[in-house]
């Protein structure tokens, strides 16, 4: 998915390029498909607590008393998950890993349903909050999330600051989504947590709020802690385009690619970059085609820009 992300540039020759570009904009790969609205859940097992908050470990206690409670580890698929949560019927842990094993099957009204058990056990269960904000993004459906996400921000006490950071974020990207970049950009949590997790969105934003540039360092940081994320060496890549430093964007949005094939914005983002930056034609007009096999969304209207001056085409490879 892409979305406008105003660009400036500064450094020697740069105003040049910068005025040739100034009616275009880079496309910004959102991360809530993979970390933008999750949260790292804690243990792979009710007897793991060391880090539950104590209503989790409350439950978990329960749990244990009872005779083979954990003997059999972890589920090995869907059926297994539904014998721990006839057992343990109280423990939101295992609705919500029987969640997880129905959104694996694309079974997302089975999944929400077993989300929602674990919330009815326990109303602050972070971790099927942060699942359920991720089915909700992805369904579009952020009123519904901003709703259930809003104890986070209202009684904060009652969550741990990771989980609380991860939520934060999430609900951070459904503001955005619903045109309000401002509430957005106040709700993004001010400790960085763990920034694998929290960190895209919170880039995500910043380069969509008033107050672009002020997200380079916290980009940077972002990539270290997850230098495999094709999300974040595209939303890097942005970050060094605004620096001023098109080769190391270039690099990046490749380094994308190379991560994530199927991601359309380093596509996009080259397509400007090569035509823009660069001035060349002939490698724009196929980074543009690579994006348009990919997705039809074009916030920049470079359709129109490469096909006044067609191209012969070529393979993909690059």
């Known amino acids: 998915m892409s979305h406008r992300v105003a660009r400036g540039s500064t450094g020697p020759g740069a105003g040049a390029r910068a ?36 209503k989790a470990k409350a439950h978990t206690a329960k749990a244990e008393k009872a005779p083979k409670a954990t003997d059999h580890g972890e589920p090995d698929n869907l059926a297994e998950a539904r014998t721990r949560v006839a057992s343990f019927p109280d423990d939101p842990y ?12 694309d079974s997302n009204a089975e999944a929400e349903a077993a989300y929602r058990s674990a919330l009815a056990r326990d109303a602050q269960y972070a971790p099927a909050m942060a699942a359920l904000s991720k089915l909700y993004y992805q369904t579009g ?15 904060p006490a009652t969550f741990t600051e ?16 619903l045109g309000r970049p401002d509430l957005a950009e106040a709700t993004v949590p001010r400790s960085e947590g763990d920034l694998k997790h929290t960190g895209p969105a919170m880039v995500y934003v910043g380069l ?27 939303n890097y890549g942005i970050t060094r385009l605004r620096a001023a430093d098109p080769k190391a964007a270039r690099k990046a949005f490749h ?6 094939p199927s991601l359309p914005g380093p596509y996009y983002n ?23 096999k990919r997705s039809h969304d074009d916030p920049d209207s470079l359709r129109a820009v490469f096909e006044s001056k067609p191209v012969a085409q070529k393979g993909e490879g690059r």
Not at 142 to 149: D, F, G, I, N, T
Not at 255 to 260: G, Q, V, Y
């Open 19 to 54: 005025a040739r570009a100034a009616a275009f904009s880079l496309g910004l790969l959102v991360a809530v498909a993979t970390s933008g609205c999750g949260l790292k859940f804690w243990g792979s097992h009710p007897a793991d607590v060391t880090t539950r908050p104590a």
């Open 94 to 105: 295992w609705h919500f890993r029987l969640g997880q094993f129905y959104a694996a099957a």
């Open 141 to 155: 459906r952020h009123e519904e999330a901003v709703r259930m996400l809003e104890p986070v921000r209202s009684n």
């Open 162 to 177: 990771d989980s609380r950071a991860a939520l934060l974020a999430g609900m951070a990207l459904h503001l955005d989504a």
């Open 208 to 234: 969509r709020g008033d107050r672009p540039d002020s997200v380079a360092d916290l980009a940077r940081a972002t990539l270290r802690e997850d230098s495999h994320s094709a999300v974040n060496l595209n």
């Open 255 to 260: 380094d994308a690619i190379e991560r994530d």
């Open 270 to 292: 080259l397509a400007i970059l090569e035509k823009f930056y660069f001035v060349d034609d002939e490698a724009a007009a196929g980074w543009f085609r690579d994006y348009w």
